[in-house]
């Protein structure tokens, strides 16, 4: 998740919070290697005994690997992976053999949803030891398909919800995600290592999680396809929570078929999340008529208030709209501005939410060996306090802080019922209505911006129209478009609640139909083109 830049006007209602036990010691840095010795070396060396060769499977898994100790690591590693699964060669060796939908194929797994092997720590030093020996229920479906967990994907600490002034892709436990097209620019949050990853052919695919466009976002930018489901079709059970109305998980792959088969791997019903009651109604095979999909006579609503003002991404828009159009799709411009309140709203959600179910999550899980285990927020607040130096040297905890304050329930649910109408009833759906159009379409976000830890996120917030489907909770897709000065730039596909597999499949039509060069990763410090005045 990342914040819309108005919210820091709230900043000023921080409150003191009353200070809770907590861990005094600063964490040293032989806790983070005891994370990160889950290593893609170690994993290379493991052998199993099999009645045939693991094929293909097996040879995907040893290479994605040596790509992960090739290039993660290092001063300027791209530092997308956490910890990688010791038995993810044999994984997927026999899941090759098993003749499961997915056959063996790896996925990176954000590290804030609980996988049974590996400690899921949300990149926060409080969860280094939260082994917890659960599979989330997404995860235990992704096995069942013949998916292989290959390891964990660093994110934005927390989701990218402690603080106002947050750096996105930084985690106390595995430093700063870079991206693969410019090792010095930022991966956008807050699933950043998941979207770096799949850019720098660590896995097949991976699973992000998204409030607010922290599956889009970091897939615009690091030039993948991220697709956010709509909330309920995927279980958010044993996954770190920010807001049970608005979180999710979802995949991100190299192209749009691959995160529809990800997508019907992991989605269905859960008796554990209600959210997810129709999951199962709905769920199905997310890649049939993905490849003769058509845009033909298919009217689409150009949101021409969110492409922003950066001209260079206008350019880009317009090829891909162009690029719509000649696939026989009827462009209809829409002006709209979202409400204020929507946005107040929401942000008033989640931190209701966050207080409640963050306080849920950590009572679920067992005991830390050889330390305190947080049980509440406020446990995290002090933790964070108790360990400035490591958690705090970048930037604070002001969100979490205000949220330790946020208790009007009545409140909440005036807000929440507000938030969701403004979002669904009478911005998405009435604008589709209104213009009699199936689906809308904006830049996702501009190109990535310069990583600074010292004065946080720079980008630009003119840009996209991710936020009500997000706080509606609606399905939404971003597909590679072009770039600007060799760095990506997503287009967004937004669709109504439920229609998972329209949006899917109208992103598949646009991909097939898309001229526009995409930019390539090259793993180096990001450089004018060549013959640009700034060299």
């Not at 699964?85 to 090759?96: I, M, Q, T, Y």
């Not at 749009?256 to 791997?265: K, W």
């Not at 964070?384 to 002001?398: I, P, S």
Request: aromatic share 6%; glycine share 10%; charged share 20%.
């Amino acid at each position: 998740m990342k914040l819309h830049a108005s919210f820091a006007a709230l900043a000023f209602a921080l409150a003191a919070t009353s200070p809770v036990s907590a861990q005094s010691a600063e964490r040293k840095v032989d806790d983070v290697q005891q994370v990160r010795s889950f290593s893609a070396e170690a994993a290379l060396q493991s052998s199993c005994s099999l009645p045939r060769a693991g094929g293909r499977a097996e040879s995907d898994a040893r290479s994605q690997l040596e790509r992960i100790a090739q290039l993660n690591g290092g001063e300027d590693g791209l530092n997308a992976v956490i910890s990688v699964n010791p038995d993810a060669v044999c994984e997927a060796a026999l899941a090759g053999l098993g003749g499961e939908p997915l056959g063996g194929r790896t996925v990176l797994v954000k590290d804030n949803i609980e996988t049974r092997e590996l400690p899921t720590t949300a990149g926060s030093l409080a969860l280094l030891g939260n082994n917890t020996g659960r599979d989330a229920p997404l995860i235990a479906n992704l096995r069942a398909a013949g998916g292989v967990v290959l390891g964990k994907a660093n994110l934005s600490e927390w989701a990218n919800i402690r603080d106002f002034s947050s750096t996105s892709g930084w985690s106390a436990v595995g430093g700063l995600t870079r991206n693969p097209h410019g090792i010095d620019r930022n991966t956008c949050g807050s699933s950043s290592g998941s979207a770096a990853a799949v850019a720098a052919g660590f896995a097949w695919a991976a699973i992000g999680t998204e409030t607010n466009g922290s599956i889009t976002c970091p897939a615009s930018i690091n030039g993948v396809v991220g697709f956010k489901p709509t909330v309920g079709m995927v279980s958010r059970t044993h996954v770190v929570p920010i807001s049970s109305t608005q979180d999710t998980a979802g995949p991100m792959a190299m192209s749009v078929r691959d995160a529809a088969m990800l997508l019907g791997a992991i989605a269905g019903s859960d008796p554990a999340d209600p959210a997810t009651a129709e999951a199962d109604r709905y769920k199905r095979d997310f890649t049939e008529g993905l490849e003769d999909a058509s845009l033909a006579g298919v009217r689409i609503g150009v949101m021409r208030g969110q492409i922003g003002d950066d001209d260079d991404v206008r350019a880009v828009f317009e090829q891909a709209l162009g690029d719509l159009e000649a696939a026989g799709a009827v462009l209809v411009d829409i002006e709209f501005e979202p409400d204020e309140e929507m946005s107040r709203d929401s942000f008033q959600i989640l931190l209701f939410e966050l207080r409640e179910e963050m306080g849920e999550y950590l009572r679920s899980i067992p005991p830390i060996e050889g330390g305190d285990t947080p049980r509440s927020l406020a446990d995290l607040i002090a933790f964070n306090k108790a360990n400035a130096q490591t958690e705090m040297r970048w930037f604070g905890q002001g969100i979490f802080e205000l949220a330790e304050t946020t208790t009007d329930r009545a409140a909440y649910e005036s807000a929440r019922e507000n938030a969701i109408h403004l979002a669904g009833q009478q911005g998405i759906d009435r604008l589709m209505a209104e213009n009699d159009v199936q689906f809308l379409v904006a830049p996702t976000r501009g190109p990535a911006w310069t990583s600074d830890l010292v004065n946080g996120d720079n980008f630009n917030g003119s840009i996209g129209f991710g936020s009500p489907a997000a706080i509606a909770g609606y399905p939404h897709l971003t597909v590679p478009m072009g770039g600007v000065e060799d760095l990506p730039v997503g287009l967004s596909i937004i669709g109504q609640k439920w229609r998972d597999w329209e949006v899917l499949k109208a992103g598949a039509a646009y991909e097939r139909a898309r001229t526009a060069t995409l930019p390539t990763p090259d793993f180096n410090r990001w450089q004018p083109a060549a013959g640009d005045p700034a060299q």
